[in-house]
């Protein structure tokens, strides 16, 4: 006899909500992933242990995709087809994402993606349905340090990318924000995704002699330019964006080499505790992952998994790709002090941008 015929069916079980999440847990990014991964998972395990949603517990399946475009595709469909996910959540690549469209995975299943850590322009034009962004894109984090180095007096920028998706959206990105004060790039240079290789392009950017080095790369692709080309050009400034964990960045280099470098923020400090969902989310930290250190990342994937369970919420009836998709539009709200506002032709929640700079004792300080 089975447990389903051996009770009455108020007895019964409900099934699990299934979360499903890809990321680079592995591989040059897998550092990110990992606080990705985490951010996620504690405000889940916040959820569950106060009964789920409509006494159903929310499982949060994860598969490591290693930054590999073609196994993220494969990890979607597996996460859709055999894990039977209601929703996405917290993938990362521009290209990763974009191949994951291409397939027609989200749109063909009916199954929404939040809070993917990319703001690339290519994820938000052509808007997609499927696709829900709390983060400003690539291109508002670029302006706002453009803006703020220009009222400076500086005009010699350069820039350091990733030769796919993430890069050529940074390139987009930057070439536009110094057209609007009339400039043009110093130099360019690239590297090629899933390498370390930086060789040529710190070559390249040195005899570009730049003011301001912006760097479109994750982390240890990141990592190692900014220790060659300190070397070469100690005197330049190096922003990089929110996809660089600040406080890895520092590990990777060491304090002087980390220290004065730049990275925009699309997401309060995890330090600023005079934002609810801050407080909330350090909370979560403390209680489910003690040993784990607040960060921007794992805060941004956290307020993700805040978005999509107010969604969750919002289902009346059965939950469903669909139904989650419409419940995300309703959203427009202050989910405890991060502001959050989804309709029916506009996917992109959030546009603030921060800036913040790495210390010589490692603080992330904004």
């Given at each position: 006899?089975?447990?389903?015929?051996?009770?009455?069916?108020s007895h019964v079980m409900a099934a699990d909500i299934v979360i499903g999440q890809s990321?680079?847990?592995?591989?040059?990014?897998?550092?990110?992933?990992?606080?990705?991964?985490?951010?996620?998972?504690?405000?889940?395990?916040?959820?569950?242990?106060?009964?789920?949603?409509?006494?159903?517990?929310?499982?949060?399946?994860?598969?490591?995709?290693?930054?590999?475009?073609?196994?993220?595709?494969?990890?979607?469909?597996?996460?859709?087809?055999?894990?039977?996910?209601?929703?996405?959540?917290?993938?990362?690549?521009?290209?990763?994402?974009?191949?994951?469209?291409?397939?027609?995975?989200?749109?063909?299943?009916?199954?929404?993606?939040?809070?993917?850590?990319?703001?690339?322009?290519?994820?938000?034009?052509?808007?997609?349905?499927?696709?829900?962004?709390i983060r400003a894109g690539y291109g508002d984090e670029i302006s706002r340090m453009v803006?703020?180095?220009?009222?400076?007096?500086?005009?010699?920028?350069?820039?350091?990318?990733?030769?796919?998706?993430?890069?050529?959206?940074?390139?987009?990105?930057?070439q536009t924000a110094l057209e609007r004060h009339q400039l043009k790039l110093a130099g360019?240079?690239?590297?090629?995704?899933?390498?370390?290789?930086?060789?040529?392009?710190?070559?390249?950017?040195?005899?570009?002699?730049?003011?301001?080095?912006?760097?479109?790369?994750?982390?240890?692709?990141?990592?190692?330019?900014?220790?060659?080309?300190?070397?070469?050009?100690?005197?330049?400034?190096?922003?990089?964006?929110?996809?660089?964990?600040?406080?890895?960045?520092?590990?990777?280099?060491?304090?002087?080499?980390?220290?004065?470098?730049?990275?925009?923020?699309?997401?309060?400090?995890?330090?600023?505790?005079?934002?609810?969902?801050?407080?909330?989310?350090?909370?979560?930290?403390?209680?489910?992952?003690?040993?784990?250190?607040?960060?921007?990342?794992?805060?941004?994937?956290?307020?993700?998994?805040?978005?999509?369970?107010?969604?969750?919420?919002?289902?009346?009836?059965?939950?469903?790709?669909?139904?989650?998709?419409?419940?995300?539009?309703?959203?427009?709200?202050?989910?405890?002090?991060?502001?959050?506002?989804?309709?029916?032709?506009?996917?992109?929640?959030?546009?603030?941008?921060?800036?913040?700079?790495?210390?010589?004792?490692?603080?992330?300080?904004?």
């Open positions: 006899l089975s447990l389903h015929d051996a009770l009455p069916i990321a680079p847990t592995s591989g040059v990014l897998g550092s990110t992933g990992a606080e990705m991964v985490l951010g996620v998972k504690i405000c889940i395990d916040a959820v569950n242990a106060e009964g789920g949603i409509n006494g159903r517990k929310l499982r949060h399946v994860v598969k490591d995709d290693a930054y590999e475009t073609a196994q993220t595709v494969a990890n979607t469909r597996e996460l859709i087809e055999k894990n039977h996910a209601v929703a996405l959540i917290g993938y990362a690549g521009t290209g990763n994402i974009g191949a994951v469209i291409k397939e027609g995975l989200l749109n063909d299943n009916k199954v929404p993606l939040i809070a993917p850590l990319t703001g690339g322009e290519s994820l938000r034009k052509p808007f997609n349905p499927y696709v829900f962004h803006d703020q180095y220009v009222n400076m007096g500086i005009s010699r920028f350069a820039i350091f990318y990733q030769n796919d998706a993430l890069g050529q959206a940074g390139l987009e990105g930057l360019q240079a690239s590297y090629e995704k899933n390498t370390e290789n930086v060789t040529t392009a710190v070559q390249q950017l040195d005899k570009a002699n730049p003011q301001v080095v912006v760097m479109v790369a994750v982390l240890r692709p990141a990592a190692a330019f900014v220790r060659a080309f300190r070397q070469v050009k100690p005197a330049a400034q190096i922003f990089g964006l929110s996809i660089i964990n600040g406080a890895d960045l520092y590990a990777l280099v060491g304090a002087n080499v980390a220290a004065g470098v730049g990275i925009t923020q699309v997401v309060p400090s995890p330090q600023r505790v005079n934002v609810k969902i801050v407080r909330d989310y350090l909370s979560a930290l403390q209680k489910y992952a003690p040993a784990s250190k607040p960060s921007y990342t794992s805060l941004e994937e956290y307020i993700g998994a805040r978005v999509l369970v107010e969604g969750l919420r919002r289902v009346k009836g059965e939950f469903s790709g669909e139904a989650v998709r419409h419940t995300l539009e309703s959203i427009d709200a202050s989910i405890d002090g991060y502001k959050v506002r989804f309709s029916s032709d506009n996917h992109v929640g959030s546009r603030y941008v921060g800036v913040s700079l790495i210390r010589a004792d490692g603080r992330v300080t904004d």
